[in-house]
């Protein structure tokens, strides 16, 4: 091996060890969380794509847990995210009840503090979303709010897209050949989950990062709730009154899961960490 050759292992040896993988912070019914909040995910997002490899983004809430139990193929992708934030209060609480404090980091609050600091580093981000409509608007606002952002491309999936179809691989193609080096994926669990776990394995140095409603509340095509409902950590209950045959079920699960995790949380609590 040259000289040149031993420097630039030496390099990468020193990159890679720079940004290993993230230790948990909390571990909530077996998901570690491993960024404490806003700030500390974009900061951590971007010092990942340092490295070559594509990476996963999860934002982790109740209704991902029930998921996880459920179904095996989204537990093994969810184990695919080298960086997982809390995204929903409960998960916060549990971890802050099991001594470790942890803040809100949700999928939607993620997307323009993240565009903000790719426009500034000059970051191409791709948009995946639910209509063509939406990723346009959404496209829009976000370059109207960063003016210097690059917005590479956007793809709307058809309506019964899967992560293993053609559909799929093409999309990944496109991804992979715009030059996106953040991918917002807007799709709702499971499904932006499965194609995310998929696609860092078919592109390199493209961070995938799972964002449910974001793009729709940006664009308007979707109304989130007032900024004091989500203040008194009620937004669960705001969705529910709009959506009520689609969301009944789901968040009686969730409540379901959430009154085991604090009942086995409260036994083993433990100080809360400082510093």
């Not at 959430?258 to 510093?275: D, E, K, Q, S, Y």
Request: with cysteine; charged share 20%; proline share 7%.
């Amino acid at each position: 091996m040259s000289i040149n050759d031993m420097s630039a292992a030496n390099v990468t040896a020193d990159v890679t060890a720079l940004i290993a993988p993230l230790p948990p912070l909390a571990v909530v019914d077996g998901q570690c969380v491993n960024v404490s909040g806003i700030s500390d995910a974009v900061a951590r997002i971007e010092q990942r794509l340092s490295l070559p490899q594509s990476f996963m983004v999860c934002t982790v809430n109740l209704d991902h847990l029930v998921k996880r139990r459920q179904d095996p193929g989204f537990l093994k992708a969810y184990q695919k995210a080298e960086i997982a934030s809390a995204d929903g209060f409960p998960i916060a609480a549990l971890a802050r009840l099991d001594g470790f404090p942890i803040e809100r980091a949700p999928g939607a609050d993620l997307v323009l503090p993240l565009c903000e600091r790719a426009a500034a580093a000059k970051i191409p981000v791709f948009l995946v979303g639910p209509t063509l409509r939406t990723l346009c608007l959404s496209a829009k606002r976000l370059v109207s709010s960063c003016p210097d952002l690059e917005i590479c491309g956007v793809y709307a999936p058809p309506p019964d897209f899967d992560s293993q179809s053609e559909a799929a691989s093409e999309m990944i193609s496109i991804i992979g050949e715009s030059g996106a080096k953040i991918c917002f994926v807007a799709l709702g669990a499971p499904r932006q989950e499965l194609f995310a776990a998929r696609a860092i394995e078919e592109t390199s140095n493209i961070a995938f990062i799972g964002v449910g409603g974001g793009l729709d509340f940006i664009a308007g095509t979707q109304i989130r709730c007032p900024p004091f409902v989500r203040r008194l950590y009620l937004e669960w209950a705001w969705r529910l009154i709009l959506n009520p045959r689609r969301l009944a079920i789901r968040y009686f699960r969730c409540a379901i899961l959430l009154l085991t995790l604090f009942a086995r949380t409260a036994v083993h609590r433990r100080p809360l960490a400082t510093g």
